[in-house]
């Protein structure tokens, strides 16, 4: 069975640091591609980055370029997402999704798998 979990979310102040993890299990992403995506308060899940296992190449969306790293650890099947500069509109849920495909895309639909979320509030 097919598990991410998700970790590090807490609370911090406009303009700190966070970094989530995200540990996957019960089978190989390693030809895929590994994403996160948030859900802020009252609206939809957006897109926030995604990264090839295979090759580590990134896509990010606008909203969080120069801020938000997000990088892997094959050994250990753990994706990061390392959060710089944050901003009170990044207040959210945070999603990880993984999918067995090459993906460079903003859209959920194309993510089969999907942990519970961590909650992220930045505060003033």
């Known amino acids: 069975q097919v598990q991410l979990v998700e970790s590090g979310g807490g609370v911090v102040q406009d303009g700190g640091s966070l970094r989530l993890s995200c540990a996957a299990s019960g089978r190989s992403f390693s030809g895929g591609t590994m994403a996160w995506f948030r859900r802020p308060p009252g609206t939809w899940r957006d897109f926030v980055a995604s990264?090839?296992?295979?090759?580590?190449?990134?896509y990010y969306a606008d909203s969080v370029k120069g801020r938000f790293t997000v990088s892997r650890d094959n050994a250990n099947n753990t994706v990061y997402l390392q959060m710089n500069s944050l901003k009170l509109e990044d207040t959210a849920v945070y999603y990880c999704?993984?999918?067995?495909?090459?993906?460079?895309?903003?859209?959920?639909?194309?993510?089969?798998?999907w942990g519970q979320g961590t909650q992220v509030t930045v505060s003033s």
């Open positions: 999704a993984a999918s067995t495909r090459l993906l460079r895309t903003s859209s959920d639909n194309m993510y089969m798998y």
């Open positions: 990264i090839m296992w295979s090759s580590g190449s990134t």
